[in-house]
């Protein structure tokens, strides 16, 4: 079983950045392919980028590339999610999640694991 927690989130002007991390629990961390996704009030919880267990490999949603980056650190057992340039239409809430194969996916039916999410805001 993988246990996530993230951190990171908070309030923020449009135009500035965050910086979220993903701290994961096991020995099966580095095995596990990882991914961000968000849920604005509303709205379905849609994915934003995932990271292959190698890190070789992203694969970002189209409302974020060139301004968001995936990377992990697997000696840290930590995924984290640079956020640049950032836009009111960001603001939702952050979920890290894994799933137990090493390549990415995008559909969140396809991930086993969930954290409990953290706040973004972006103000304009």
């Known amino acids: 079983q993988v246990q996530l927690v993230e951190s990171g989130g908070g309030l923020v002007q449009a135009g500035g950045s965050l910086r979220l991390s993903c701290a994961a629990s096991?020995?099966?961390?580095?095995?596990?392919?990882m991914g961000w996704f968000r849920q604005a009030p509303g709205k379905e919880r849609e994915f934003v980028a995932a990271l292959s267990a190698s890190g070789g490999t992203t694969n970002y949603a189209d409302s974020v590339k060139g301004r968001f980056t995936i990377s992990r650190d697997n000696a840290k057992n930590t995924v984290y999610l640079q956020m640049n340039s950032l836009k009111p239409e960001d603001t939702a809430v952050y979920y890290c999640?894994?799933?137990?194969?090493?390549?990415?996916?995008?559909?969140?039916?396809?991930?086993?694991?969930w954290g409990r999410g953290t706040q973004v805001s972006v103000s304009s």
């Open positions: 096991g020995r099966t961390f580095s095995r596990s392919a």
């Open positions: 999640a894994g799933r137990p194969l090493v390549i990415v996916a995008a559909n969140k039916e396809e991930y086993s694991y």
